[in-house]
């Protein structure tokens, strides 16, 4: 099983900042099968990019991943108040699936 | 629209049962398979268990084996998550999400609103 290690635990950052989120796995990723959530308070999670950099439908470009075999990133480039969430990444390259511990974005 | 909704959830006492139900809308259900995925209280996401488009391929984490059952019906456009033997450490709200790529291992592209699993005595 691969294990997802998410850093920071927790990011303090101020809107219009950058958020740099991390990623890392225990062992390669197949295909750069890697996904990224964002789950706010009381919501299911929502689909942001998935292929480690490709973009869900509907998802603003100031978010973006990259990253291959057992390092990942996400970017959000400029943060608009209704940023601050949780954020998983998530491996599907081999099974079973996993999922990070995940990320909080907090308001500095 | 895609729209997945979970109905079922409740409290249950330790070695209790229930079934979840997960109805969906907006597409192709039988072209899809569900997975269920569940967040302890103040918990990360965890994998429970999937199923494939025409049911004839079930995914299980290990925890759940022997416990829990998935079934889909393709007529009603539902999944239907029965859990038995229920313990303290199931209780988490549980998801259903539209899978994509593998079966076995997939990312999820649409999540339903989730539904509250409680375990107590």
């Known amino acids: 099983e691969i294990v997802l290690t998410q850093s920071p635990g927790t990011l303090s950052l101020s809107p219009g900042e950058r958020a740099t989120l991390s990623c890392r796995a225990s062992?390669?990723?197949?295909?750069?099968?890697l996904a990224w959530y964002q789950q706010k308070p009381g919501q299911a999670p929502r689909l942001l990019i998935y292929?480690?950099?490709s973009r869900a439908t509907g998802i603003p470009d100031r978010f973006s991943g990259s990253g291959s075999g057992t390092d990942f990133t996400l970017t959000i480039s400029r943060l608009e108040p209704e940023d601050f969430a949780v954020f998983y990444c998530?491996?599907?390259?081999?099974?079973?699936?996993?999922f990070g511990g995940g990320t909080k974005v907090e308001i500095k | 629209e895609v729209q997945l909704v979970e109905s079922g959830g409740g409290l249950v006492q330790p070695g209790g049962s229930l079934r979840l139900s997960c109805a969906a809308s907006?597409?192709?259900?039988?072209?899809?398979?569900i997975h269920w995925v569940r967040q302890a209280p103040g918990k990360g996401l965890e994998f429970v268990l999937g199923?494939?488009?025409?049911?004839?391929?079930?995914y299980y984490t290990d925890s759940v084996k022997g416990r829990f059952t998935i079934s889909r019906d393709n007529s009603k456009n539902t999944i239907y998550l029965q859990m038995g033997s229920l313990r303290l450490e199931d209780m988490a709200v549980y998801y259903c999400?539209?899978?994509?790529?593998?079966?076995?291992?997939?990312?999820?592209?649409?999540w339903g609103q989730g539904t509250l699993v409680t375990v107590s005595s």
């Open positions: 907006g597409f192709t259900f039988s072209s899809y398979a």
């Open positions: 292929g480690a950099s």
């Open positions: 999400a539209r899978a994509r790529v593998a079966v076995s291992s997939p990312y999820f592209d649409y």
């Open positions: 998530q491996q599907y390259g081999s099974s079973p699936l996993t």
């Open positions: 199923i494939s488009s025409k049911g004839d391929n079930i």
């Open positions: 062992q390669s990723v197949s295909s750069s099968y």
